[in-house]
């Protein structure tokens, strides 16, 4: 049995040290996407402890910067539910 960890909501956190383990994702086809797929395909990049779906965007807070600039290189100008990210 396989129990997936809930990541949370927040991504807005104040402290300067974590701004930089944010990744903003845009043009993003919320009506098909869901806050578990962005889950899915941005946690090959690190640990996702934040994600936000909003209409048409998203952010992901990684635990470290590393992993936030991982992503953005493999995940830069991708098609997802017909939209380039």
Do not use: W
């Amino acid at each position: 049995m396989s129990l997936k960890v809930q990541t949370s909501n927040i991504t807005n956190k104040n402290d300067p040290k974590s701004i930089n383990s944010r990744v903003f994702i845009g043009n993003l086809n919320t009506a098909v996407v869901k806050k578990s797929d962005v889950e899915t395909i941005f946690s090959k990049y690190g640990r996702v402890v934040g994600c936000s779906v909003h209409k048409g965007y998203a952010f992901v807070q990684y635990s470290n910067e590393r992993h936030a600039r991982a992503a953005v290189l493999g995940e830069n100008g991708r098609v997802l539910a017909g939209q380039s990210l």
